[in-house]
């Protein structure tokens, strides 16, 4: 019979050609804890500058004052 795992007897041999006995990598370094406290900070100074800088004003209301300043037809003296 087949086994149920597709394996063919040659399981332990692959297995040992891609252990690795040499010594397990350093840790990473923690960052520390200030670190997030600026993200943190960094994006709520962005959020509050963004909610209260003015809005720009829509294109027709620009246009409005400098037509109404200088009918057309009237000659300006």
Same mark, same amino acid.
């Given at each position: ?21 040499? +010594? %397990?990598?350093? &840790? ?7 670190? $997030? #406290?600026?993200?943190? *900070? ?15 004003? +829509? %294109?027709?209301? &620009? ?7 200088? $009918? #057309?037809?009237?000659? *300006?003296?």
């Amino acid at each position: 019979m087949s086994d149920s795992h597709g394996h063919d007897g040659h399981e332990h041999d692959e297995h040992d050609a891609h252990d690795h006995h040499g +010594p %397990p990598p350093p &840790a990473e370094p923690d960052s520390p804890a200030w670190l $997030p #406290v600026v993200g943190i *900070a960094f994006f709520v100074a962005l959020g509050i500058w963004y909610g209260l800088r003015p809005s720009d004003p +829509p %294109p027709d209301a &620009a246009a409005a004052p400098a037509s109404e300043a200088a $009918p #057309v037809g009237k000659p *300006a003296h």
